[in-house]
């Protein structure tokens, strides 16, 4: 089975601040991925689909890039409301598989 | 608009088993298929399977393979995820995630507001 690691599993930021999270597959999976942000309590919501199709309502500071095994979310000027836990998720054949989530403290 | 309705939290004894369910409204419901997660207190995401709600197909994590079935409701709009053989470590906030298949995929453009499941003696 495909794993999806991400990293870090945590990290501290400032607001404006450009924020990166790489998430990292352990064989080929084209651009079969997605980005998902969730609050404490909430259930998560989709930011990017396909690896770097921002989803509609998103505000566009966030970007996805990357095919194959190495793949990157961007919050570009990081706001209040982005402090939250970031998972990716491999999407393929109707298999879901998460990486291990990344929390944004302030 | 969209949305996804489940069902109240519910508390069970080890052994028992659970049956969350997911209204859906404002889209056809037979245009899109759903995925099901669950999140332990303090823990990550974890996909437990995908149901088509055009054909009823089922794609199950082998992790649940033996344990869970995922159904469909046409005349309601309504998914259906049941659990059995509950354990203590099946404690979690239970997700229905809608996805919408094609050319390209969109995994879990809306999804429900979240089910608590408690196992507990």
């Known amino acids: 089975a495909i794993q999806m690691t991400q990293s870090p599993s945590s990290l501290s930021a400032s607001v404006g601040d450009r924020v990166t999270i790489t998430c990292r597959a352990s064989q080929g999976i084209r651009n079969d991925l997605g980005w998902y942000q969730q609050k404490p309590g909430k259930a998560p919501k989709l930011l990017i689909y396909?690896?770097?199709s921002l989803q509609s309502g998103v505000p566009s500071r966030f970007s996805g890039s990357g095919s194959g095994t190495d793949f990157t979310l961007t919050i570009r000027s990081l706001q209040p409301e982005d402090f939250a836990t970031y998972y990716c998720?491999?999407?393929?054949?109707?298999?879901?598989?998460f990486g291990q989530g990344t929390k944004v403290e302030i | 608009q969209v949305q996804l309705v489940q069902s109240g939290a519910e508390v069970k004894m080890p052994g028992a088993s659970v049956k969350v369910s997911c209204k859906a409204s404002?889209?056809?419901?037979?245009?899109?298929?759903f995925s099901w997660v669950r999140q332990a207190p303090g823990q990550g995401l974890e996909w437990m399977g995908w149901?088509?709600?055009?054909?009823?197909?089922?794609k199950y994590a082998q992790k649940f393979q033996d344990r869970v079935t995922m159904t469909t409701d046409t005349s309601t709009s309504t998914a259906y995820m049941e659990l059995r053989g509950l354990r203590f470590d099946d404690t979690a906030v239970y997700y229905c995630?809608?996805?919408?298949?094609?050319?390209?995929?969109?995994?879990?453009?809306?999804w429900g507001q979240g089910t608590l499941v408690t196992v507990s003696s």
């Open positions: 396909a690896a770097s």
């Open positions: 998720l491999h999407d393929y054949n109707y298999s879901w598989t």
């Open positions: 149901i088509s709600a055009y054909n009823g197909h089922t």
């Open positions: 404002g889209y056809t419901f037979t245009d899109y298929a």
């Open positions: 995630a809608r996805v919408k298949g094609g050319i390209v995929v969109v995994p879990g453009d809306y």
